[in-house]
């Protein structure tokens, strides 16, 4: 099993350029979600969502879109890239059971700069 | 709203030495979680803790819950070099993880 596979690994963007991260799962999760990973700020949840057509905010998503068209993939959008949003972003997506979230399998990371 | 602290930020021990970390919910929890993440890598999964009280052994690792499901501990016995890395605790809460800020452990050998 693949697991998470999350693309690209490493990005450069220019201030006002907008990107598309992508995220895969072959775990037939319903959970899916996006964290970005600051120095000292631990995980921060910027959007999720619990099965396909349903998303909702997380702690941080201003300057983030998502989508979820089907159960496998969670694309995330950055509208226009601002330098703030250069930090490391993680996918990550989990089973629910006894109406609570499992294990969560994450990504491989990727580390986006933006300049 | 829901918060969850986890103590220390960083930890440096010589090879040999225990280690614990320390997480603290606002609320009750369902279950809490425990990860690993290594430098340069993602978070990997633990172990699971869903009863109050639970106590959980993997070799070397202890993880506790609570009694009252809203803390939980991870001890580490004689740490060696390869249990470098940072360790967050995560407590789901109506759909969303609450994750802790994570210690980060250095052994030096």
């Known amino acids: 099993n693949a697991g998470v596979t999350q693309t690209p690994k490493f990005q450069v963007l220019k201030t006002g350029q907008s990107m598309t991260l992508q995220c895969a799962q072959d775990?037939?999760?319903?959970?899916m979600s996006w964290y970005r990973q600051d120095p000292g700020m631990g995980l921060r949840l910027i959007h999720y969502?619990?099965?396909?057509?349903?998303?909702d905010q997380g702690e941080v998503p201003n300057g983030y879109n998502v989508s979820r068209s089907t159960t496998e993939d969670f694309p995330l959008r950055l509208l226009s890239a601002a330098p703030s949003q250069t930090s490391v972003y993680f996918c990550?997506?989990?089973?629910?059971?006894?109406?609570?979230?499992?294990?969560?399998?994450f990504g491989q990371g990727t580390r986006l700069t933006v300049v | 709203g829901q918060q969850v602290m986890q103590i220390p930020q960083y930890q440096h021990v010589q090879e040999g030495e225990d280690f614990t970390t320390y997480c603290n919910s606002s609320?009750?929890?369902?279950?809490i979680q425990w990860y690993k993440q290594r430098p340069g890598g993602h978070p990997v999964f633990l172990i699971q803790?869903?009863?109050?009280?639970e106590v959980k052994k993997q070799k070397r690792l202890t993880f506790q819950f609570g009694e009252a499901k809203k803390n939980s501990s991870l001890h580490i016995t004689a740490t060696q070099t390869t249990d470098v890395g940072t360790y967050f605790c995560?407590?789901?809460?109506?759909?969303?993880?609450?994750f802790g800020s994570g210690t980060k452990l250095n052994v030096k050998p």
């Open positions: 969502s619990v099965g396909a057509g349903i998303t």
């Open positions: 609320t009750t929890l369902s279950n």
């Open positions: 995560a407590g789901p809460y109506f759909n969303k993880f609450y």
């Open positions: 803790l869903v009863k109050s009280g």
């Open positions: 775990m037939n999760h319903e959970y």
């Open positions: 990550a997506s989990s089973g629910t059971g006894d109406s609570a979230l499992g294990e969560a399998f």
